[in-house]
């Protein structure tokens, strides 16, 4: 290599050396109590009482795996109907519930399934260790499930994470939510059963600006059973005016009605 080029090499690494020096720190995260992480995680999200949204939906349990458009409605705290489509366009399932009945049709065998909202009738679309009114929440972003303060912070100065902890009554681990220091928006959150181990987990993600607190993409994990959910929503409207007809199952011609068991 010719001295020129070999000097120019130098000068330029040394030039690129400068450069990173010159690159600002990271900005060390605030010091900052659980109420007022709370409070800025709530800042903006405003009141939310309905919302329609549609994306793509993923299902994947023991007993069916289910992927394809979904729209989705509710009214909090407990009202929810699900439209999923395949690939195609065709419509697969229509599920809805008050909190009360459950309702599920399916179009191509013309067949209405019906009966009390229950764990196992609610699991075509809610993990059975998932609360109904819990399942909106998650739905819309709106986290944590706990009341009230947390009893336990902690900040995870490696990932940035301000970690709070809700504890029972009998002093055991209730909710862990994971609150990301730079943007104040929850990154992942663990709900625990009364015997101590992991009910399920949600991870909440892609933010926008135009729907603040409102997250794009959901997963939410159960581990028993063994269920997966994924929601990518393409549109979401917060607070429609929605109107008993656009939370009901509709009654095609000549349904087939089918109890389903208490």
Not at 161 to 175: F, I, K, P, R
Not at 249 to 259: D, E, M, N, S
Request: hydrophobic content about 40%; glycine content about 8%.
């Amino acid at each position: 290599m010719k001295p020129r080029y070999l000097i120019l090499l130098v000068m330029l690494a040394l030039a690129g050396l400068g450069a990173c020096r010159r690159l600002p720190p990271t900005p060390p995260a605030p010091e900052l109590s659980a109420e007022q992480v709370l409070s800025r995680l709530k800042a903006g999200r405003g009141e939310l009482t309905a919302f329609a949204a549609r994306g793509r939906l993923t299902l994947i349990s023991p007993q069916q795996n289910a992927t394809g458009t979904a729209l989705v409605k509710g009214r909090l705290p407990e009202t929810l109907r699900v439209d999923l489509k395949d690939p195609l366009g065709r419509a697969v399932l229509t599920f809805a519930t008050d909190g009360r009945v459950v309702e599920i049709l399916f179009p191509r065998e013309n067949k209405l399934l019906q009966g009390p909202a229950t764990p196992a009738n609610l699991a075509s679309f809610v993990p059975p260790q998932v609360k109904l009114a819990h399942a909106l929440r998650i739905l819309v972003g709106d986290l944590p499930l706990s009341p009230g303060l947390p009893q336990r912070t902690r900040f995870e100065a490696g990932d940035r994470m301000y970690v709070l902890e809700w504890l029972t009554g009998a002093g055991s681990l209730q909710e862990r939510l994971w609150v990301a220091a730079d943007d104040f928006q929850p990154r992942k959150q663990e709900w625990f059963g009364l015997d101590g181990q992991a009910a399920f987990r949600v991870e909440p993600g892609d933010f926008q600006p135009s729907l603040p607190g409102r997250p794009r993409q959901l997963k939410l994990v159960t581990f028993n059973p063994a269920m997966e959910l994924r929601l990518t929503y393409r549109d979401f409207d917060p607070n429609p005016s929605l109107g008993a007809a656009d939370l009901a199952v509709p009654r095609p011609p000549g349904v087939a009605l089918v109890p389903l068991k208490p």
